[in-house]
């Protein structure tokens, strides 16, 4: 990777769009940086500090947006409209068939399904804007004018922050990939998520200096953990299983087509992060409707209250990260969510059908519905294997905090740590192609 990203500098126009991206980047972690006005910022990272555990939605925020949340900053709510838009148009296009004609219109079919994505984003990331700002009003006590004429022209300002924050983030996510290099809505993720490992070092370096007889050894394995997961991750998610094709001979005119082996690549980790992604808003909504509704202090307060309130104070409990209850329930939505998705994005059918019309056959099996069959079996079994993967990756560092809570701050680091690498081994690919169409000397080099 280091030598892909030294040959990839020493290219003039490859070099321009590392600048780009870097200046981009650079803008995303100032407007970080940058409070909304007319909010009292001790007060938001107060409660945020004390709400946004546990594994709710608050917690999910901050992650991705790179502590931004906890600091009321005008990219607060960072890259996570888009990313929820996305997630709700990928699933209605399988849903609803307009959305589906669209999609198989080609490129024309996709620009206006990016137009529709982009218009769903924005109203999303209005509607964040507007409950955050009650949040901050109401729980935080966080926004300083709340009556009258100051208060409508606070209010008005704080929400139109957020999401022309929200907003201008996607717009250079749009601008990196036009322009940089990679993805950028997935750059924008991986400098977000990337900002908050400063603060988990910082953790375990306190943890240390308070305590060093205890938490030298505990930092020291965390670290060797981390270490071996990143590997993990690498190995996974450049795993794959190649199903081999023969294509068979024809001749027209004088010339003989065909005739040739390949193979068809199944990666192991096809869903990436997404499953995570969906599995984690899903377990973290209970954990969120509880900062509105509050559960009872302890099981006896709720036996006082009623049935209503003992079922609700277990409900809640039941969804705390603290919970074997919880990973049990994390590990099965992940898989679920694994094969849910990919059998969204890899349809064996219509492979098979492709290799009928050009000729193509997997040795020992007979063209049509045998070779479907045969290619949904591999596809289920290498499915497993990946959804299994991203369970481990995703409960590991929760079974962490089990055995220690001052490092629940770690409690998502797999999540992150998944996201962080895919995207720098995505970005990696990306600089190799280029590279490669450089360097291709073409029909009359």
């Not at 929820?84 to 609803?96: E, G, K, V």
């Not at 997404?274 to 202090?297: E, G, H, N, Q």
């Not at 104070?313 to 919970?323: G, L, V």
Request: proline share 4%; glycine share 8%.
């Amino acid at each position: 990777m280091f030598q892909t990203l030294k040959n990839a500098w020493s290219v003039p126009e490859i070099r321009k769009k590392f600048i780009y991206t870097l200046i981009m980047i650079i803008i995303f972690r100032i407007g970080s940086a940058v409070t909304v006005p007319f909010l009292d910022l001790a007060s938001v990272q107060s409660w945020v500090s004390e709400n946004a555990t546990n594994g709710n939605f608050l917690e999910y925020l901050n992650i991705l947006t790179g502590g931004a949340l906890s600091k009321a900053t005008i990219f607060s709510l960072s890259i996570t409209p888009y990313i929820n838009a996305s997630i709700i148009i990928q699933l209605l296009t399988y849903a609803l068939p307009p959305l589906e004609r669209l999609q198989e219109e080609g490129e024309e079919g996709r620009k206006v399904i990016n137009k529709i994505m982009a218009y769903v984003a924005l109203g999303l990331a209005i509607f964040m804007s507007i409950a955050y700002y009650f949040t901050m009003r109401n729980s935080m006590q966080a926004v300083k004018y709340t009556t009258g004429a100051y208060g409508w022209f606070a209010a008005i300002v704080i929400i139109a922050c957020f999401a022309a924050g929200a907003s201008f983030v996607v717009w250079m996510g749009n601008r990196i990939s036009e322009k940089g290099i990679g993805n950028g809505v997935s750059m924008i993720l991986f400098a977000g998520i990337l900002a908050r490992f400063p603060t988990d070092v910082g953790t375990l370096i306190d943890l240390t200096k308070t305590t060093p007889e205890k938490y030298f050894w505990v930092t020291l394995a965390v670290l060797v953990v981390f270490v071996l997961m990143i590997g993990f991750i690498v190995f996974m998610n450049e795993s794959e299983r190649r199903v081999p094709i023969q294509y068979a001979k024809r001749v027209v005119g004088r010339k003989q087509f065909g005739g040739q082996n390949t193979h068809i690549p199944i990666k192991v980790c096809m869903s990436g992060v997404m499953p995570i992604i969906f599995a984690m808003a899903f377990m973290s909504l209970p954990s969120t409707i509880s900062l509105f509704v509050k559960p009872a202090d302890t099981l006896e307060l709720a036996q006082e209250s009623g049935a209503g309130a003992v079922f609700y104070f277990h409900f809640i409990n039941f969804f705390k990260t603290t919970s074997a209850g919880y990973a049990v329930l994390y590990l099965i939505l992940i898989v679920a969510f694994n094969y849910f998705y990919v059998s969204m994005q890899y349809n064996p059918v219509e492979i098979a059908n492709g290799l009928r019309q050009n000729n193509g056959a997997i040795p020992g099996i007979r063209p049509g519905k045998p070779t479907s069959d045969y290619l949904q079996k591999v596809l289920s079994k290498i499915t497993l294997v990946g959804a299994v993967f991203l369970g481990i990756i995703a409960i590991f560092p929760i079974m962490i905090t089990w055995l220690d809570p001052n490092l629940s701050s770690l409690s998502m680091g797999g999540t992150s740590i998944l996201i962080v690498v895919s995207v720098a081994l995505e970005t990696a690919r990306t600089l190799e192609s280029q590279l490669m169409m450089r360097h291709h000397k073409g029909f009359l080099g």
